[in-house]
Structures are given as structure tokens and as C-alpha cells.
Nanobody, 127 residues
Framework: QVQLVESGGGLVQAGGSLRLSCAAS????????MGWFRQAPGKERDFVAS????????YYADSVKGRFTISRDNAKNTVFLQMNSLKPEDTAVYYC????????????????????WGQGTQVTVSS
């Protein structure tokens, strides 16, 4: 069982940056691959980024590639999403998710592949 709590969301102007954090409680955080998803009003929850259990491999949606960076600190049971060059279309509730996975470089991009979810944090980018 893993509990996830996101933080770091807020209001930022276009071109600005935010760093989201997702703190995990429970054992064996390092055995979980982690992902970030986002959901804008009236839209589906979409994949943003993922990172393998070791942090050795990352994967991004095309819409955020080159602007967002996912990372993790297994000693602190935390995963991060650094978001730079933010655009109004990045506005959404951002969720972190976990799945038990020891793959070195497989990345799950479907929300149904993740077992645990946080409550979400709102990110609003003004133009």
C-alpha cells in the first residue's frame, strides 16, 4: 500500500516555472515506477511523464518534452516534476501515480496501469 500526496501547485504566468513534489508513505517506495498525469476541466486524465524505480530512465509526453523534468529521491520517498516554460495549456490538476514495476526502461503511459494515486494539485498558468 502506498499513499501519495502532491504539493507545489499554484498560479504562475506563462513562461514561468513550478516544481511539483509527490511524497509517498509506505514501504518499498523504490520498487515503484512513478508517473505524473494531468487533467484539465472537461478532459481526460493524460500522461505527462514517468520514471523507473531506479530513476535511470524517464519518458515524456510530446507536449512537455524539453520543458518538464521528472526525477525522484528514493531516500526521501519523493518524486518531482520540474516544469519550465509553462504555457496556458498546461493548466490542469496534476496527479502523481505509482505502480509496482522493476523494469529498467519500460514506461506505462495508460492511467489504468497505475495502482495508486494522489489527490492532485492545481496548476494554473495565466497568459
Amino acid at each position: 500500500q502506498v499513499q501519495l500526496v502532491e504539493s507545489g501547485g499554484g498560479l504562475v504566468q506563462a513562461g514561468g516555472s513550478l516544481r511539483l513534489s509527490c511524497a509517498a508513505s509506505g514501504r518499498s517506495f523504490s520498487s515503484y515506477a512513478m508517473g505524473w498525469f494531468r487533467q484539465a476541466p472537461g478532459k481526460e486524465r493524460d500522461f505527462v511523464a514517468s520514471i523507473t524505480w531506479s530513476g535511470g530512465s524517464t519518458y515524456y509526453a510530446d507536449s512537455v518534452k524539453g520543458r518538464f523534468t521528472i526525477s525522484r529521491d528514493n531516500a526521501k520517498n519523493t518524486v518531482f516534476l520540474q516544469m519550465n516554460s509553462l504555457k496556458p495549456e498546461d493548466t490542469a490538476v496534476y496527479y502523481c501515480a505509482a505502480r509496482a514495476d522493476y523494469s529498467r526502461n519500460y514506461h506505462a503511459t495508460n492511467r489504468g496501469q497505475y495502482n495508486y494515486w494522489g489527490q492532485g494539485t492545481q496548476v494554473t498558468v495565466s497568459s
